[in-house]
């Protein structure tokens, strides 16, 4: 089965630092697709970035980008120059090629502070 | 383009009672997935309709099941409501399901079901 760890429950960070979130990811799959997912008070879970496990170029949105390290089965997401909107729950998600169900861990609640 | 759609945002059942629940998916998309969220498990998948076929299943009891009518609007269904099934149960629709380049999973703002 596949499984999804995020650590560091809640992080902090101030307004207009960087902060990063870890994900590590456990899979016997070759052909696969990994998200960060933002949950704001709304609930409504809204894709942040995603990453297919082919591509060896780190994705990026904007001031979002993710560190992914295949071969330790690591994809990290950095916010840059955080906002107060980028105050959420963070989830971590995976799938893979001919599946459709999404593995999510269990979330980062990231604080900005004014 | 309308979002996904689930109603009712909030629901208080009793125990024993049963409930559903309604995810309107965005037009044209014909994959319907139902996630349930609580603070100790987490977002676990419940099941996914594509075409009105389930096409997958979760790891939960036969209590839990779901449909998908030809307009590929969805709705799930718990039986023997049980204090446990207290939870946010969100919905997310995607045009085909199958994980390709740009195919996204966009995700309803949820019902909070409260079992008392």
């Known amino acids: 089965a596949q499984t999804v760890t995020q650590s560091q429950p809640e992080m902090s960070v101030q307004e207009a630092e960087t902060v990063t979130l870890s994900c590590t990811y456990d899979t016997s799959e070759s052909d696969y697709y990994l998200f960060w997912y933002k949950q704001p008070p709304s609930r409504q879970m809204i894709l942040v970035i995603r990453q297919e496990a082919y591509k060896q170029q780190n994705a990026t949105e904007n001031r979002f980008s993710v560190n992914f390290q295949k071969a330790a089965k690591s994809f990290s997401l950095k916010i840059s120059d955080s906002q107060l909107g980028d105050a959420a729950m963070y989830f971590c998600?995976?799938?893979?090629?001919?599946?459709?169900?999404?593995?999510f861990g269990k979330g980062n609640q990231v604080v900005v502070i004014p | 383009k309308a979002g996904v759609t689930q109603t009712p945002r909030y629901l208080i059942k009793t125990r024993g009672q049963q409930v559903t629940l309604s995810c309107s998916p965005i037009s044209g998309h014909r994959s319907v997935s139902w996630y349930q969220q609580t603070p100790g498990q987490g977002l676990q998948f419940l099941f996914e309709y594509f075409s009105e076929t389930q096409r997958n299943k979760g790891n939960f009891p036969g209590r839990f099941s779901g449909r998908q009518f030809s307009n590929s609007r969805s709705e799930m269904n718990v039986s023997t409501l049980e204090l446990g099934d207290s939870a946010l149960y969100l919905c997310a629709s995607s045009s085909t399901g199958s994980w390709r380049e740009n195919t996204e999973a966009f995700f309803g703002q949820g019902t909070r079901l409260t079992v008392v």
């Open positions: 998600a995976y799938t893979y090629y001919g599946n459709n169900r999404l593995a």
